[in-house]
């Protein structure tokens, strides 16, 4: 199973994608989608839904995870990560990819064993589960974390529906 994991952000969106075969994990690609802090919002949202688009054409994925809407005090940072959220799932929903969802707090305690680890936990123990040569950049470890996440949920029955 191959399955691209997504951290949405609208200037740092990470990614990861990941290839599974029974309990092992290989990490295929993985990365940022940088967007300079000066570049217009639908500029942003272009360059997110053609970088996801890309990865879906490269790798051919069976499923996307991605995390899920969190709350946050700021109406305007939440409205724009829904915007970029929206250009992921758009990309997504055109290839006809099913999309889970993951609690950012899940994602950690199936990574770390822990739902209030910190970033640079998420980083080396991504590290260390998919025998990497080097530490991921934070967002490309949560977008890699997204994607573990998803192939340890799979096989549960209480895991999510499609989104």
Avoid: F, W
């Avoid at 889970?100 to 998420?122: S, T, V, W």
């Amino acid at each position: 199973m191959i399955i691209v994991g997504i951290d949405t952000s609208l200037r740092s969106t990470g990614y990861g994608v990941l290839e599974t075969c029974g309990s092992r994990m290989k990490a295929l690609d993985y990365g940022n989608i940088r967007n300079s802090p000066g570049l217009p919002l639908t500029q942003c949202l272009v360059a997110i839904y053609a970088k996801v688009n890309e990865l879906i054409e490269t790798y051919r994925p069976d499923v996307m995870s991605i995390e899920s809407v969190i709350y946050g005090k700021n109406a305007g940072t939440m409205l724009v990560l829904g915007e970029a959220r929206g250009a992921v799932l758009t990309a997504a929903a055109v290839a006809g990819l099913p999309v889970y969802e993951y609690e950012p707090r899940r994602m950690k305690k199936a990574i770390c064993g822990n739902g209030l680890a910190e970033k640079d936990q998420i980083q080396r123990m991504v590290k260390t589960l998919l025998s990497m040569q080097e530490l991921p950049q934070n967002d490309a470890a949560d977008a890699l974390g997204l994607a573990i996440c998803h192939a340890n949920s799979r096989t549960n029955p209480l895991a999510s529906e499609p989104i």
